[in-house]
């Protein structure tokens, strides 16, 4: 799905960095998305939306799973 979406729409490379940093790499490599550090297990919205990422970090603010926009 992530490929109906403009520009660059998935960061594997930022699994293991710091949540606020990869949201701000997020954001400056894909103008069209809002980057939104959440908690890993955290409940969210499940619409189809290309212009967020959620960056989903464990407890010490680290990024834990691959984001991708969507």
Do not use: H
């Amino acid at each position: 799905m992530s490929s109906e979406c403009p520009g660059k729409n998935s960061w594997p490379e930022l699994v293991g960095t710091k949540g606020e940093d990869a949201a701000s790499v997020i954001e400056r490599e894909n103008s069209n998305v809002n980057a939104i550090v959440i908690l890993d297990g955290t409940p969210v919205i499940q619409d189809f939306r290309c212009d967020r990422v959620w960056v989903r970090v464990n407890r010490y603010g680290i990024v834990a799973k691959v984001p991708n926009a969507g």
